[in-house]
C-alpha cells in the first residue's frame, strides 16, 4: 500500500505536513481536541491519535466541549474522552486540534499562545491559530490528513486506528458521495481495508443505528417540509416539543439536512432546530449557493456544501429570517 503513496505525487508530504509529524514525534504526551458538536471526523480521528498515542507509549488525552453522540460510542477510546470547557495544560504536552477551524470551536485552554500545538484540518476558513498548522481543504476529511501522519510516524495502524480514520473518512465525504470526494479519499479507504475494515460492519456501525424515536422526529421534519420549486430551496423545521413528544434526542437530527436534497432538482437545504433559546441551523448545498457564504453572515461557518450557525431569536422569528433572507440574496 506504500505503492499508492509514492507513485501520486499528490501524496507526497508536504513540509507542514512533516513538520507535524516531528512535533507529534518530539512531545511525550498529546491532547488531542475534537469541536464542539463532534461529528465523526473530529472524533473518528481523535480515536485514532488516542489509540496510537497509547499503543507507542506516549501519554494522551482526548477532550472536547460535548460528549460524544451515542452513535459514535463504538469508537475506541471514547469511554475516556473527556468533556471540558477550560484546560491548564500541563508543560511538556502537546496540544492538538483535530478538524476545528477556530480555537472557539472546542474547550478554551489558557495562555495557548506559549504552548505547542498543531492543527490538523480541511476547511478552507481554518484560521491557523496553533503553531504548526496544517490546513489542507483538497482533503476530502481530516481523516486523509490524519491517515498520512500516522503511517509517517514509523508506525502501522492497528485495526482500532484504522475504524476511527474510516469512520472520519466515510462520514465526511458522505459515504463517497460529495465533491470533496477524490481518487486519494478511495485510495486511502482501499488502505483501510487491506488493513482488515469490514465495509458492511462500519455501515451497520455508522448508519443502521437509529432509534424509533428519531425516525418520529424525521417524520415531523419531513411533514412539514417547504420547497420552493424555482430555486430549488428545501427547508423544514423541529421545535422543542417536536423534541419531547417524539423522544427523540437534539444529536438524533443528523443527515437530516442532508435527506432534503434528496428532492429531485433540489440545489440548497436548511433544518432548523429549536435548542434552549436559539435556533441551530445546518445547511446544505450543491454548489450554486454557498452554505459557508451564508452561514458566515450570521457568525457561523463550514465548508462551501456543508455549513451551520446559530441564530439567537425564536424558532418563528428564525423561520421568518431564513425566508427573508433566502429570497433577498438570490431571488
Ligand atoms: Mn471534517
Redesign the pocket.
Known amino acids: 500500500m506504500m505503492m499508492a503513496r509514492t507513485n501520486n505525487t499528490e501524496m507526497l508530504p508536504s513540509d507542514t505536513l512533516l513538520e507535524v509529524v516531528a512535533e507529534l514525534c518530539k512531545y511525550p504526551k498529546w491532547i488531542l481536541f475534537s469541536h464542539e458538536q463532534p461529528?465523526g471526523?473530529?472524533l473518528g480521528c481523535g480515536s485514532a491519535f488516542f489509540r496510537f498515542a497509547t499503543r507507542s507509549g506516549k501519554s494522551a488525552r482526548w477532550m472536547g466541549p460535548d460528549p460524544i453522540p451515542a452513535a459514535y460510542a463504538f469508537l475506541p477510546g471514547s469511554d475516556q474522552y473527556e468533556v471540558a470547557h477550560d484546560l491548564s495544560a500541563e508543560e511538556g504536552s502537546l496540544l492538538v486540534f483535530i478538524?476545528t477551524t477556530t480555537p472557539e470551536r472546542t474547550l478554551s485552554v489558557s495562555s495557548i499562545s506559549g504552548l505547542p500545538s498543531v492543527n490538523i484540518d480541511?476547511?478552507g476558513d481554518n484560521t491557523r491559530f496553533a503553531t504548526v498548522n496544517l490546513v489542507d481543504p483538497s482533503a476530502g476529511?481530516?481523516a486523509e490528513l490524519a491517515w498520512e501522519i500516522l503511517l509517517r510516524m514509523g508506525d502501522s495502524l492497528s485495526l482500532d486506528e484504522a475504524m476511527g480514520l474510516y469512520a472520519?473518512l466515510v462520514t465526511?465525504t458522505g459515504r463517497f458521495s460529495y465533491s470533496c470526494t477524490t481518487s486519494r479519499s478511495h485510495l486511502i479507504a482501499s488502505d483501510l481495508l487491506e488493513r482488515g475494515i469490514r465495509p458492511e460492519l462500519m455501515d451497520l456501525l455508522l448508519y443502521c443505528n437509529l432509534t424509533p424515536q428519531a425516525l418520529r422526529l424525521r417524520g415531523r421534519a419531513f411533514s412539514r417540509l417547504d420547497y420552493d420549486p424555482d430555486r430549488g430551496i428545501a427547508y423544514t423545521w423541529l421545535s422543542k416539543s417536536d423534541f419531547e413528544e417524539t423522544g427523540a434526542d437534539f444529536s438524533e437530527t443528523e443527515g437530516l439536512s442532508s435527506d432534503l436534497l434528496r428532492i429531485r432538482d433540489s440545489q440548497f437545504s436548511a433544518l432548523l432546530v429549536e435548542n434552549n433559546a436559539s435556533v441551530r441551523v445546518s445547511l446544505r448545498s450543491r454548489g450554486k449557493i454557498s452554505a459557508a457564504d451564508v452561514a458566515h453572515r450570521h457568525g457561523g461557518g463550514g465548508h462551501p456544501n456543508a455549513a451551520g450557525m446559530r441564530l439567537p431569536l425564536p424558532i418563528e422569528r428564525a423561520i421568518d429570517l431564513f425566508k427573508e433572507e433566502m429570497l433577498e440574496s438570490h431571488g
Open positions: 461529528d471526523d473530529t478538524d480541511h476547511h476529511a481530516t472520519g465526511d
